[in-house]
């Protein structure tokens, strides 16, 4: 009886003291399964300043492929399930853009748009990829505008998910607590996480509340690396003196509920990009490839399969 009491309370006191550890070893975990089994590989890419850990998948000689950029203070992981769908007929690169996920932040990095966006030119350089179809969301689909608009010759067509970038006519939940002075993206406890994760989606996934705290221990510990990216991105020249330049195929989905960047910017996009197919997502938040993935891979891969010769129906999902 003795040895049985000893092993709950040393059970419980390893289980207490290694709470957060537990929560990130089944995040990574599951991320790895989820790549695996969607078959994307997990590859590093030099470039000229450092390393970028990436998602790959799909056919190496595939005629097409498809560059994904996150938004700011996530990773790679955050298009699994969305890129599942296009693997089978698009070479899929996912790259954790710098100073976020695997590739790291150095201080002074260089985290505006446009070094960014050099960046991205230069992965594909070394994957060997001269053109690409690029879609992005929040700070990735400034990113990918920017692309767009700075090298048309690289770019096949442009798909932005609640881009940041413009000016919204509409203030968002968001850009009121910035106004205050308290920017939700920085954070310091595991309260004001889950008030931040409550601003990103209506309809999020279900996540394990261990996994929910390591990931906001993640986000403490990087909060002054955060507070870096976040200034220099957030001062990069504004898009809208260049959205004319945007000459490829657009295409552009919002949640109509995004707490982050409001959907009233879909105006402002529409307005400076000729070519721009419009999708507007009922009772979805910020991040509709996490919490609709089937649904806006399927307003996406009818979107790339207008550009071709074949219809949607002729693309099988995966």
Known sequence: MLLLVVAIAVFVAWSWLSYPAIGHWLYDLNMAAEAKLYRLHKIVVPITEMTVSTWQGGPYEASSSVLMLHGFSADKNIWLRF????????????????????????????????????????????????????????????MAAWLAANYPDRIVSLALIDPAGVAAPEVSDLERHLAKGHNPFLIHSKEEFQRFYAMTMTQPPWVPGVVLDAI???????????????????????????????????????????????????????????????????????????????????????????????????????
């Not at 070479?91 to 695997?102: L, N």
């Open 83 to 142: 890129a599942r769908h296009f693997v089978g007929n698009y070479r899929v690169i996912i790259p954790d853009i710098a100073g976020h996920g695997e590739t790291g932040f150095k201080a002074g990095g260089g985290y505006d748009i446009a070094l960014q966006a050099k960046r991205m030119i230069q992965l594909l350089d070394v994957c060997g990829v001269e053109k690409v179809h690029v879609i992005g969301n929040a700070m990735g689909g400034y």
């Open 216 to 318: 906001a221990q993640r986000y403490e510990q990087a909060c002054d690396e955060l507070e870096e990216i976040f200034r220099e991105y957030r001062a990069s020249a504004p898009m809208e003196p260049r959205l004319p330049d945007i000459k490829c195929p657009a295409l552009l989905v919002w949640g109509r509920k995004d707490r982050l960047i409001d959907v009233s910017s879909v105006a402002i996009w529409s307005k400076g990009i000729d070519d721009l197919r419009v999708e507007i997502l009922e009772g979805i938040g910020h991040l509709p490839m996490v919490e609709d993935p089937s649904h806006t891979a399927q307003v996406y891969r009818e979107f790339l399969a207008s550009q071709r010769s074949e219809s949607p129906q002729d693309q099988r999902l995966h």
